[in-house]
Nanobody, 126 residues
Framework: QVQLVESGGGLVQAGGSLRLSCVAS????????MGWFRQAPGKEREFVAA????????YYADSVKGRFTISRDNAKNTVYLQMNSLKPDDTAVYYC???????????????????WGQGTQVTVSS
């Protein structure tokens, strides 16, 4: 069982930056690939970024490529999402998710993930 807790959300002006963190419980964090998803009001949850267990593989949605960076620190049981050049369209609740796996694969489908955090709100004002 893995419990995930996100933090770092808030209100920021367009063009600004935020760094989200997701801390996982347990001693097997390095056995999990991680992902970030988001859900805007009235829309379905969508994939944002993913990283494999070691951090060597990452993948991004086209909408955030070049602006967002996913990373992880296995010693701290934490995955990060650095968000730069934020736009009002980035406003959403951001969720981190975990799926067991120690290969190089990353995962972008919701149904591939086993564990989810409660989400953190990001609001970008114009």
């Amino acid at each position: 069982q893995v419990q995930l807790v996100e933090s770092g959300g808030g209100l920021v002006q367009a063009g600004g930056s935020l760094r989200l963190s997701c801390v996982a419980s347990g001693r097997t964090f390095s056995s999990y690939a991680m992902g970030w998803f988001r859900q805007a009001p009235g829309k379905e949850r969508e994939f944002v970024a993913a990283i494999n267990w070691s951090g060597v593989s990452t993948y991004y949605a086209d909408s955030v490529k070049g602006r967002f960076t996913i990373s992880r620190d296995n010693a701290k049981n934490t995955v990060y999402l650095q968000m730069n050049s934020l736009k009002p369209d980035d406003t959403a609740v951001y969720y981190c998710a975990a799926v067991r796996g120690r290969g190089v694969a990353v995962f972008q489908e919701e149904n591939e993930y086993d564990y989810w955090g409660q989400g953190t709100q990001v609001t970008v004002s114009s």
